[in-house]
C-alpha cells in the first residue's frame, strides 16, 4: 500500500476516533451497512437536522454494475456485481469523508454526494484493484462510463474532481499525478465543478474575485465601512455586528472564523536582530500582534 494512503487514513481514524466514531462499519454481502451501523454524518459534523445524511452504502455502485453488466464488452475482461468494496477502498471512502466534513468543514451532503459517490463509481470501474494502484487509464474508463450513465456530466467531473483534489494533492496512488495525464484526454469534458477549480490558474487581475457576484461593489463596501468605523451602533447587537464587521475588513477572515475567536486573543511577539537591538533597527519587524489561535490570521 501508498505510504501516502497509509498516513492519510490514519490520520483520518484518529480524528473520527477524537469525535468518538467507530470506523468500523459492518456490511451485508451488497456492502451496505447493517442495522444501526451506518455512519450518521450529520450527527458527526454536528450539523443541524433535518434531514439525517447517513454513510451506510460502501459497495459497488449499482447504476454503474448495471451498466458495465449490460455491455457487449464490459472493460477489459471484467465481472462486475453489487457488492462490498475492498477494505482499501473501503477505509479511503471513510477517510476522505471525515477529512470533507470534520477537517474542511464541508456540509455532509457534499461529502456524500460530491467525495463518497465519484469515489464508489471509481473503485467499481477498478475492479479489484487497490487505491494505491489506480492509473489514470482506470480513471479515463471510469469517466466514460460515468458519461453514458450520467448524461448531465456531472458525476464525470466529479471523478475529475476527487482525482485531483483527493487522489493527487495527497499522492495517494503510484502513478500519480494522475490529473494531468487524464485533463489531456479527448473524452474529458472542459466544464469542471467548482472544487475541480480550487486550484485555478492564477488571477490575472487584482480586481479579480472568486464569485464576485456575491460581494458588494466598490460604493458599497466603503460606505459599510464608514458606517462601522464612524457611526455609533444603536443596540448591543449592533454592537456585536460592528465588531464583527471591523475585523472581517481589517484581517480578511471569514464570518464564521470571526465569531470563534476568544476573548484572550491578544498574542505580541518582540523581534531582535542577532546583536539583541530591536529588528526594526535592522530593517525588520520589531513587533508582531497575533491571535491566539494562529491558524486563522496573522496581523503585522
Known amino acids: 500500500m501508498n505510504l501516502n494512503l497509509d498516513k492519510y487514513i490514519a490520520d483520518a481514524r484518529k480524528i473520527a476516533l477524537a469525535h468518538g466514531v467507530q470506523w468500523s462499519i459492518p456490511l451485508n454481502a451488497c456492502g ?5 451501523s451506518a455512519w450518521n454524518l450529520t450527527l458527526i459534523a454536528k450539523a443541524s437536522p433535518p434531514p439525517a445524511i ?35 477502498w ?3 471512502i471513510k477517510a476522505s469523508v471525515i477529512d470533507h466534513i470534520l477537517v474542511r468543514k464541508n456540509a455532509p451532503a457534499s461529502a456524500l454526494g460530491n467525495v463518497a459517490k465519484p469515489l464508489r463509481v471509481l473503485a467499481t470501474c477498478c475492479g479489484k484493484c487497490d487505491p494505491a494502484t489506480v492509473t489514470s487509464e482506470d480513471v479515463i474508463f471510469a469517466m466514460q462510463v460515468a458519461r ?6 456531472k458525476l464525470t467531473d466529479l471523478i475529475c474532481g476527487v482525482v485531483r483534489s483527493l487522489l493527487d494533492a495527497n499522492h495517494l496512488t503510484d502513478a500519480g499525478p494522475l490529473y494531468p495525464l487524464v485533463s489531456r484526454d479527448q473524452h474529458v469534458d472542459k ?9 485555478a490558474q492564477p488571477k490575472d487581475d487584482l480586481e479579480e474575485r472568486k464569485r464576485a457576484e456575491r460581494l458588494p461593489g466598490r460604493r458599497a463596501f466603503w460606505e459599510l465601512a464608514r458606517i462601522v468605523f464612524t457611526e455609533q451602533p444603536k443596540s448591543f447587537l449592533d454592537a456585536l455586528h460592528f465588531a464583527i464587521i ?35 533597527e535592522s530593517g525588520g519587524i520589531s513587533r508582531e500582534v497575533k491571535l491566539n489561535r494562529s491558524t486563522l490570521v496573522t496581523i503585522h
Open 90 to 92: 473501503q477505509d479511503l
Open 32 to 36: 451496505v451497512a447493517v442495522e444501526k
Open 191 to 199: 466544464r469542471a465543478v467548482s472544487f475541480v477549480k480550487a486550484q
Open 54 to 88: 447517513w454513510l451506510n452504502d460502501l459497495g459497488t455502485d449499482k447504476v454503474t454494475v448495471e451498466f458495465l453488466n449490460s455491455e457487449t464488452t464490459p472493460g477489459p475482461v471484467r465481472q462486475y456485481k453489487k457488492c462490498a468494496l475492498s477494505t482499501g
Open 148 to 153: 453514458n450513465v450520467w448524461k448531465s456530466g
Open 246 to 280: 471591523k475585523l472581517m475588513i481589517l484581517t480578511g477572515m471569514r464570518d464564521g472564523e470571526v465569531v470563534t475567536i476568544p476573548a484572550d486573543w491578544k498574542r505580541v511577539v518582540e523581534y531582535v536582530d542577532d546583536r539583541n537591538r530591536s529588528a526594526s
